[in-house]
């Protein structure tokens, strides 16, 4: 199984991105890993909310494939203990899926298309953080959670 995390714009901070970098040489050693960065919209203050959710949504479903297993990184998801992560992705590993896609929406969240075309929502916390350093916070937690799957004492309990 490859895991894509697909997200709109790139990352700014030099710090997040040294992060990042970190994590996904470490996720490399366990499966395939994408990050797929999507440009942001331009002249976004010429237009609306809902305008801009409905574009960003266009350009996220442009990127998916059919068979894709979609999950949605939503204030409103599905949460989860490290541990629950990890028996969580492992469960997806067994069940055949080609690709696991996570998306970190725009500002704005996500239109009501990605909604209906997804498989389901994630929550990585109750409390709000930038879209930027959700990145960061995503990749630790999936590598965790692969550490947690093969036995590996990265995670303490």
Same mark, same amino acid.
């Given at each position: 199984?490859?895991?894509?995390?697909?997200?709109?714009?790139?990352?700014?901070?030099?710090?997040?991105?040294?992060?990042?970098?970190?994590?996904?040489?470490?996720?490399?050693?366990?499966?395939?890993?994408?990050?797929?960065?999507?440009?942001?919209?331009?002249?976004?203050?010429?237009?609306?909310?809902?305008?801009?959710?409905?574009?960003?949504?266009?350009?996220?479903?442009?990127?998916?494939?059919?068979?894709?297993? @979609?999950?949605?990184?939503?204030? !409103?998801?599905?949460? #989860?203990?490290?541990?629950? /992560? $990890?028996?969580?992705?492992? =469960?997806?590993?067994?069940?055949?899926?080609?690709? @696991?896609?996570?998306?970190?929406? !725009?500002?704005?969240? #996500?239109?009501?298309?990605? /909604? $209906?075309?997804?498989?389901? =929502?994630?929550?990585?916390?109750?409390?709000?953080?930038?879209?930027?350093?959700?990145?960061?916070?995503?990749?630790?937690?999936?590598?965790?959670?692969?550490?947690?799957?093969?036995?590996?004492?990265?995670?303490?309990?």
């Amino acid at each position: 199984m490859k895991v894509i995390l697909l997200v709109i714009g790139k990352t700014d901070d030099d710090y997040l991105n040294k992060g990042i970098s970190i994590y996904l040489k470490r996720i490399e050693h366990y499966l395939p890993f994408e990050l797929k960065v999507i440009p942001e919209l331009k002249n976004t203050k010429n237009i609306s909310e809902a305008v801009q959710k409905t574009k960003e949504g266009e350009l996220l479903l442009e990127s998916i494939q059919s068979g894709d297993h @979609l999950l949605l990184l939503d204030e !409103g998801g599905k949460e #989860f203990t490290s541990k629950g /992560y $990890a028996d969580f992705l492992q =469960k997806k590993m067994l069940t055949g899926i080609k690709n @696991l896609v996570f998306v970190i929406g !725009g500002p704005y969240g #996500f239109s009501d298309a990605v /909604y $209906a075309r997804a498989n389901g =929502k994630m929550s990585l916390s109750k409390m709000t953080f930038s879209h930027q350093m959700v990145r960061l916070i995503f990749v630790e937690q999936l590598y965790r959670a692969l550490t947690i799957i093969k036995g590996e004492p990265y995670h303490h309990e």
